[in-house]
Nanobody, 115 residues
Framework: QVQLVESGGGLVQAGGSLKLSCAASGGSFSTATMGWYRQAPGKFRELVAAIGSGGTTNYRDSAKGRFTISRDNAKMTVYLQMNNLKPEDTAVYYC?????????WGQGTQVTVSA
């Protein structure tokens, strides 16, 4: 029912910026909590940022002040603006759709930050 497609990843130098997009289709986007997760080689997938249906946001400590999550319900799209990127931000970033007892994942988009 729900499909998620991430875009916007790429290669940047430390201190640079990227904006990730996740376009959703199917499901009830406006009532779902959306999140951005990342997974680096050899590490567990971790939550980067989440935004609830009412606009409440949560960020992991390392992302606070640098990353901003937002959503456009009309476009059924969630964004992650990433500024002042660091090499430790390098990972595959996944979009998550959380609702109804089921979590849907996108295919991921690679973010690589060089020193």
């Amino acid at each position: 029912q729900v499909q998620l497609v991430e875009s916007g990843g790429g290669l940047v130098q430390a201190g640079g910026s990227l904006k990730l997009s996740c376009a959703a289709s199917g499901g009830s986007f406006s009532t779902a909590t959306m999140g951005w997760y990342r997974q680096a080689p050899g590490k567990f997938r971790e939550l980067v940022a989440a935004i609830g249906s009412g606009g409440t946001t949560n960020y992991r400590d390392s992302a606070k002040g640098r990353f901003t999550i937002s959503r456009d319900n009309a476009k059924m799209t969630v964004y992650l603006q990433m500024n002042n990127l660091k090499p430790e931000d390098t990972a595959v970033y996944y979009c998550g759709f959380l609702g109804g007892g089921i979590t849907y994942w996108g295919q991921g988009t690679q973010v690589t930050v060089s020193a």
